[in-house]
Antibody, heavy 120, light 107 residues
Framework: EVQLLDSGGGLVQPGGSLRLSCEASGFTFSNYVMSWVRQAPGKGLEWVSG????????YYADSVKGRFTISRDNSKNMLYLQMHSLTAEDTAIYYC?????????????WGQGTLVTVSS | DVVMTQSPASLAVSLGERATINCKSSSSSGNYLAWYQQKPGQPPKLLIYWASARESGVPDRFSGSGSGTDFTLTISSLKAEDVAVYYC?????????FGPGTRVDIK
C-alpha cells in the first residue's frame, strides 16, 4: 500500500526557514517523480515544486523559485522541501504527491499534509 | 502559464440528479487533465486522469470528457457522499496548474 507521510510543518516567523519531509513507502520510490503542492487556508491548490526520480532535475513555481529547494534521498525513501525567506503568503498546508510515472503525469497519491504558518 | 478556469464556482443538486462541472484551459492541455475531489480536512483524491480515465475504485457515476481546452466532469446521479470541492488539474506543462475549484452541495 502506497503511503506518504508529511511532516515538518509549524509556526515560523516571517523571513524564517523550515524544512518539510515526506516519508514514502509501498512503492519503488526512485522510479517516480514527486512534487509538493500547497493549499492556503480556505483556498485552492497550488503546485510548488517537483523532482525527477534520480533527483537530478528539479522544477519550481515562480512564486517559490530561489527561496525553496526540493530534494530527495532515495536510499531513505524521503522527499524534502527546504524553505527560506518565508512570508505570510507561504502559509498553507503542504502536501507531498506522487506522480503516476514521469513528470507529465497526474498525482495518484497524496500525503495528509503538514501545516506551515508564517506569522510573528 | 496555463490558466485553468472552472464553472460554476458552486452548484447545488438534488440527490439522484446530474451534476456537471466545466473546466477550461487557457491553452491546449491535450488530454493531460485530471479531476480531484476534496472533502474538508482531507487531501485531494484522484477521480479522473487523461481527461476520461476513471481511477480504480471510483464509482462509475463519475465520468470525464473533453480534450484540448475544454473538459467536463459529470456526476450522473448525485449521492450525499459526493458533497465536496472538485478541482481540475493540467499536467501538460510546468508549472502545473489547478482550477479554482467547484463546490458541490445538496439542494
Amino acid at each position: 500500500e502506497v503511503q506518504l507521510l508529511d511532516s515538518g510543518g509549524g509556526l515560523v516567523q516571517p523571513g524564517g526557514s523550515l524544512r518539510l519531509s515526506c516519508e514514502a513507502s509501498g512503492f519503488t520510490f526512485s522510479n517516480y517523480v514527486m512534487s509538493w503542492v500547497r493549499q492556503a487556508p480556505g483556498k485552492g491548490l497550488e503546485w510548488v515544486s517537483g523532482v525527477s526520480g534520480t533527483g537530478a532535475n528539479t522544477y519550481y513555481a515562480d512564486s517559490v523559485k530561489g527561496r525553496f529547494t526540493i530534494s530527495r534521498d532515495n536510499s531513505k525513501n524521503m522527499l524534502y522541501l527546504q524553505m527560506h525567506s518565508l512570508t505570510a503568503e507561504d502559509t498553507a498546508i503542504y502536501y507531498c504527491a506522487k506522480h503516476l510515472g514521469g513528470l507529465n503525469t497526474h498525482f495518484d497519491y497524496w500525503g495528509q499534509g503538514t501545516l506551515v504558518t508564517v506569522s510573528s | 502559464d496555463v490558466v485553468m478556469t472552472q464553472s460554476p464556482a458552486s452548484l447545488a443538486v438534488s440527490l439522484g440528479e446530474r451534476a456537471t462541472i466545466n473546466c477550461k484551459s487557457s491553452s491546449s492541455s491535450g488530454n493531460y487533465l485530471a479531476w480531484y475531489q476534496q472533502k474538508p480536512g482531507q487531501p485531494p483524491k484522484l477521480l479522473i486522469y487523461w481527461a476520461s480515465a476513471r481511477e480504480s475504485g471510483v464509482p462509475d457515476r463519475f465520468s470525464g470528457s473533453g480534450s484540448g481546452t475544454d473538459f467536463t466532469l459529470t456526476i450522473s446521479s448525485l449521492k450525499a457522499e459526493d458533497v465536496a470541492v472538485y478541482y481540475c488539474h493540467q499536467y501538460y506543462s510546468v508549472p502545473f496548474t489547478f482550477g479554482p475549484g467547484t463546490r458541490v452541495d445538496i439542494k
